[in-house]
Each structure stands twice: as structure tokens, then as C-alpha cells.
């Protein structure tokens, strides 16, 4: 008798249609990885051009190229940055598999829809982050820490000094103060790349845990004197109590008020972004300073005033930077990182040559949104269609 080969999961990257976005899911490397593990690769022509990939580095290592069409019918699992936009739910088909990053606990439409159309959706940004085998996958870290290097540069673009102390025959410069607010992933890239172009750097958090991991990096970590701990679950913070808050923006002014260029980066899951920089703050800093807010989004941002997307101009010069989707402005090395998170992912679901769904595996159970019509991630499932008379 002869054993029937299955046939080879086809994964296939497009050309994300968000504006602005010039990353990848895949590239060339990552590829070369599922394909090395037996599976179809298959590139829509011209996807990889914004992080600065041809057609042909994708040929090189075996992909296929293709027009989106084809690429999108043939595939079995559509691998994305971003999620998919509704002209793109509308031509996906039942039993077709699409992974990125859907932030599904914001977006409760766009998960029915996916539910509906019997695709099996499969959300990076659920995956279980502290299981140490799960580290190769997770994209909320990697693109973090590329969003905390390119914070810093930006900062250093819209800053009119050197960051450096520079000795030099017209004279010594003094070097920048940094301050960076919040030291989870992005925090502390954003200290690290302060510190190597040769500022100052002060760090500051809510979670105790991270005071050490500031000084190792050579900062300053803040401790305000209402000695506010807010450690919350699984590594996070929690958010404030509205007192804490007052306490915290209060003790956190003057320590803003001295530096030159402030990044924030605070975030609480499944919560408003906290203010930490009020419009008062921002009015009391000097003319020339600027401030990154890596939270700045649609939601609100850590600095009152910032808009996602745009730079304003206060009216005392001070530069507030509503910093959006940095990593899309480092396309190439975030790409490069995305591709490893996703190709251990997919690796991690292929099992002899098809994808297979465990309800029973812990990583599963975070990251897989629908699947076979329903909404099977339990926390998903409680914000997008609350049982009747159950917790809203
Ligand atoms: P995040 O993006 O949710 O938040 C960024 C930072 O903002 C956090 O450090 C948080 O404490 C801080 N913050 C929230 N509210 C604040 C406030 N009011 N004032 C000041 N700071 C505030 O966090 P993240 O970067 O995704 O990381 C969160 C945690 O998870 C960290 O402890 C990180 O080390 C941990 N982590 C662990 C692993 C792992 O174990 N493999 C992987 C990734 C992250």
C-alpha cells in the first residue's frame, strides 16, 4: 500500500494594505525556515519592496511568487503584520487559517465577521508570553523593542542639540537629559539606545521589578516618594486608583520639567493608556525639549495633547510626538524579527505536514481566536458576544 503524502501546508505573505505599514510577515530567512520544514511559501509579487526585499531574494530561497489572487486562493494559511482590512475578511473562505496581529479584544466586529466567514484566526498579540518556550514567537516583545530604538532616533531628529557630551575646540556640550517613562520592552530599548548615543538616561515605572532592570542598563530610576507599586498579573501593571494617579502626575512634574527629551511608553492591557504628562507638564518644560508618546493612539496616549501620527508644536517650543507604528519606520529589522515570531508559531502548529488546533495547548489557547465558525478564545468571546445575564 502506498502512504498517502499529505499535502503541504501553503503559507502565503501579501502586500499589507494598511497605509503606511512596510513591513512584512515573512521574510526572506523565515521563508527559507518553513520551507526547510517542509512546507509552500508563497509571496504576493512586490510585498516585501517596503522593508526592502524583492521577488527575487524570495525565489532564491525557494517561495513562490505570485499575483495576489492567486497567492490568496491557493493558500491555506495567510500570514499578516496587521489586521485584515474588510475588503480582504470578504475574500477569505471558509477553512482558510490568517495570523497576525488582530488586537481582537478592540476590535469585536471584525472577529464576528471572521467567526462568520468560517476562517481560523490566529492572534500573535494572545500568546502566552511568560511560557519560556513561547519567547521565539512573541511579536508584542519584538516589535516592541524595535518601536523603543526608533522612539529614541526619532527624538534625536527633532532635537536641536547633540545628545553627547562633545568636547571639542569650539567648546564642551552638555549632553542630553532622557527620561524614559515606563520600562517594559520598548522602555528599556529606549534607555539602551539613549544611553549608547550618550545622554543621560532616567527610567521610571509603576512595577518594583523593573527599578533593577533600569540600573542595569546604566539609567536612573525615579522613585517618587508616594512609593506607588502597582505590579498587576502576569508581569503587567495595574491600573491606578484615580488618588495614586493625581499623586503619581504630581510627583512626576518636576522630574519632567528638568529633562530634555521625555519617551513614554506606559501601558496597561485592555485599559485607556495612562496620563503621565499633563498639558501643565508639557507647558513648564523648555523651549527645544521633546517628548515621544509611544502610546499615543486612538485610545488617548501617556501625554495630554499628543495626536497619533502628527508632531505639535506647543506654544512654549516644546515637540510632542504622537509616535504611530514605529516599527513600520524600521521596516527591514522588524520585518526580519515578525518573520522569526511567526515562523515558530506556524512551526509549532504544523504537525506532519498540516495545521493542527489543540484546544488542550496552552499557546493555542491564546492565540486562537475562531476557528470552524465560532469565537473559541474564552476571553475574546466574553467582549465580543457576552453571555446573556454573564459579566458584560
Ligand atoms: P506594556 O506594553 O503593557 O507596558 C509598558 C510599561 O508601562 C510596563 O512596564 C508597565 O509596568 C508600565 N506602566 C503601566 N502603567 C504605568 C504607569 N501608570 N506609570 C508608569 N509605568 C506604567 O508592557 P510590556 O513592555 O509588554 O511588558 C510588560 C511586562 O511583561 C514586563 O515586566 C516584561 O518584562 C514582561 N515580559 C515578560 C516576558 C517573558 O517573560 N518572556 C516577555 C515579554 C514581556
Redesign the pocket.
Known sequence: MIAKVPDMVKVAALKEAAPRERRIALDPDSARRLLAGGLTVLIESGAGAGAWFSDQDYLDVGAQVLDRATALAEADLIVSVTAPDDDLVGQLRPGQAFLGMLAPLTRPELVSRLAAAGVTAISLDGLP??LTRA?GM?A??SQ?SVAGYRAVLLAAEHYDRFFPMLMTAAGTSKPAAVLV???????LQAIGTARRLGAVVSG????P??RDEVKSLGAKFIELKSGIA?AGE????RE?TAEE?AA?QAELAEHIARHDIVIT?????GRRP?V?VTADVVGRMRPGSVLVDLAASELGGNVEGSVPGETVLTGNGVRVIGAANLPARLSTSASQAYGRNVSALIGHLVADGALVFDPADEIQQGVLITHGGEIVHAGVRAVVSPSPGGPQ
Open positions: 508570553r511568560t519567547q512573541d508584542l516583545s516592541a517613562l515606563g520600562a517594559g520592552v520598548a522602555g521610571y515605572d509603576v512595577r521589578a523593573s502597582a502576569g508581569g503587567y501593571a491606578l494617579r503619581q511608553t506606559a501601558q496597561v492591557p495612562p503621565l
